[in-house]
């Protein structure tokens, strides 16, 4: 077995057309490279390759650790690719483009397009959060007309948060890293392994038998708003159900953003899946909802310029 440096692949590797120029991350399932094309253009490819599970041999194949760890393997690298071949069908410009997938080393590959652009997470640490209420205006809808996209497929995301989102020049967004989408409606329990983000992940996904939805996703897109806001994940959704101790944006937030949107951020939180929007559709409503007109007293006696004149964040 290689050591755990070693279990990416080197710089150089042929994988059918494409070859590997470096590691751009990855961890948990699967490996992340930047490659090139035949054209000498620029792609991104991503490798099943679960950690736990499996590692590199010698001669570069996924092999998995023992006899009790190949079914799970074996499922997982059966789900990666159908998922990979359904995301090759959703074609969308908010979604990352998937060019190719196919079977070598032992294990699954998918190409994708590269772009240009920032990754938020990256992104909101060198600002510290605090993002405008501009800027989630700007990023947040275009995304959610992807997740819709997916839905109308029957297929889950399972993983949105900041890591996961690119912001090509323009504010115009992508919404990246499919590998835990999965069809529904179904029960986690179909699935070789379960992706939980800290913070962004709802409670039922920690359930082994926790029924995923639409909701799930829209729990962690109005995490991933949050985090732009404060600048760090929210609390772990199990800690909340445990004891909710996180202030509501509507409160917390309430002199720097709009009502309407940190409403919305609420309510996509909500740690009862049934209290959420059930829907992107209903999520969109309620985000893209305008302000009540001001009063028109409020402003003679000064308090609506005063209120106009607040901060809404540093973008």
């Given amino acids: 077995m290689l050591k755990k440096k070693a279990q990416t ?3 150089g590797t042929r ?9 751009l991350g990855g961890g948990g399932f699967s490996f992340v490279y930047l490659g090139r094309d035949p054209a000498g253009e620029r792609v991104v490819i991503k490798e099943y390759m679960p950690a736990r599970l499996a590692y590199r041999n010698k001669d570069l194949s996924v092999v998995p650790r023992g006899t009790s760890e190949a079914s799970r393997f074996n499922r997982g690298r059966m789900l990666f690719f159908q998922e990979a071949s359904a995301l090759a069908t959703l074609k ?7 060019i190719s997938f196919f079977r070598a080393n032992g294990t699954v590959y998918m190409v994708m397009d590269y772009q240009e652009g920032k990754n938020l997470q990256r992104y909101l ?11 989630l205006r700007t990023v947040f809808p275009p995304l959610l007309d992807g997740l819709e996209e997916i839905h109308r497929n029957d297929l889950l995301h399972l993983d949105i948060k900041p890591g996961n ?3 090509r020049p323009g504010g115009h967004p992508l919404l990246l890293d499919f590998g835990a989408v999965h069809g529904f409606p179904q029960s986690r329990q179909s699935q070789p392994g379960s992706v939980i983000s800290a913070g962004f992940s709802p409670i039922e996904q920690y359930e082994q038998n926790g029924y995923v939805g639409p909701w799930s996703d829209i729990y962690a897109f109005g995490a991933t708003m949050r985090a732009c806001i404060e600048g760090k994940p ?7 159900y445990e004891r909710d101790t996180l202030k509501p944006a509507s409160e917390q937030y309430r002199k720097h ?3 309407p949107l940190l409403r919305a951020i609420d309510w996509a939180m909500e740690v009862d899946p049934l209290l959420r929007p059930q829907s992107v559709a209903e999520f969109r409503a309620a985000l893209l909802a ?3 007109p001001p009063d028109p007293d409020a402003s003679s006696s000064g308090l609506g310029r005063l209120v106009a004149s607040l901060p809404w964040g540093k973008g």
Wanted: no cysteine; charged share 25%.
């Fill in 15 to 23: 994988l059918d057309q494409y070859e590997i120029v470096e590691v």
């Fill in 9 to 11: 692949l080197p710089a």
């Fill in 290 to 292: 305008e302000e009540a």
């Fill in 165 to 167: 989102i690119h912001i």
């Fill in 234 to 240: 929210p609390p772990p959704a199990r800690s909340r």
């Fill in 92 to 98: 969308h410009p908010n979604i990352v483009n998937v």
């Fill in 257 to 259: 953003y709009p009502a």
């Fill in 125 to 135: 640490r060198s600002r510290g959060g605090r993002l405008s209420a501009r800027f």
